[in-house]
């Protein structure tokens, strides 16, 4: 059986970035990046205010105050009438540009108007209040690479820097595929020995949150041909992701269905748990993954194994999730030899972080997911005593409290 580790560089070995496209700025939010960023602007592109005040020459103020002639206005969005002078001040409201010979602003609560003078009581440090040319971006910089991933804060320094439009890796289109005779669709009632499909819409969040277009194929019965025609059906598709039927059971078609649909399987088995049965291969110049059918284990194994090829045909350069080291609450076991990926809660204490199990960590307890900070990594035949140290992969923001 092959360790986590080993199946992901055989999967990631076979997925190459898809294509690019340029699309509306907008439409980039949560897509990568696929052309360097280097700014033809200058941002901002003339020193200006950061308060509602009195544009001034810090030189003129004094420890003991200073009176200056008030020589004009400035407001965002126009152009300081002329210079500033020896003894001289300027009304200015925040963003907008600083008369040439003015090297400082004052804020208008710390000074007081008299006649055509503005005093003001103590010295102002040369740069106060003032926002140097350039301070965000310099013409040249290299403000974000080919790679990284879109969000609000990006897509609004590619509005500063002109791009209406951006070029962005393709969206990989995701098929799901569930397969069972027990399984009820959304919408209709579950029948007598039928379950609600889970997987299905599970899996289809998860291609979302990857970035990911999924598809849906819908549920398969548990007969060959069946199955294979759906596979055959996912068409235009990036990648098919199915769930269920892959173990070892005499039902268990998925496998046989996807090598008669002309499918090269490169692994099956895993050696981790849940999800042991997990199986990945290549369909034309598609990427195929047979995921369990439990549906904690469909999720986690997509979590370590599809989450990272999506992101990659994507154009990403990076799909780790961030770890946290943590102590557990509680003693934690992972009887059996395979590698135990447990749902856990994150707790902040004075040692940093308290692990505790979210409950029964049964691979059919999809609450166990609900509830998950994270997923502890414990080693086979290991029995973590409460304090000893786990490794978690975050699957969501920190809980507030940290440290
Ligand atoms: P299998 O691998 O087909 O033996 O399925 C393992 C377990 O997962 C069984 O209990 C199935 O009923 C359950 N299961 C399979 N597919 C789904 C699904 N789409 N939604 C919910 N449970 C499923
Ligand atoms: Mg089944």
Redesign the pocket.
Known sequence: MLTVEEALTAILSRVRPLGTERVELLAALGRVLAEPIVSRRVIPPWPNSSMDGYALRAEDTRADGAGLRVVGRVTAGSLPPRALGAGEAMRIFTGAPLPDGADAVVPQEDVTLEGECVRIPGRVARGACVRPIGEDVRAGDLVLEPGHGLGAAEIGLLGTLGYARVAVGRRPRVAILS????LAELGTEPGPGQIPNTNSYALMAQVLEAGGEPVNLGVAP?RLEAIEARVRAAGAADVLVSS??VSV?E??LVREALTRAGATLHLWQVSMRPGKPVTFGSLGGRLVFGLP?NPVSAMVTFELFVRPAIMRLAGARSFERPRVRAHALAPIANPGTRRGYLRVTLHPDAGGWGARLTGGQGSAILRSMVAADGLAVVPGDTRVPAGGELEVILLRPLPPGAR
């Open positions: 397969t069972g005779d027990e548990d269920a039927g059971g039902l268990d059918g």
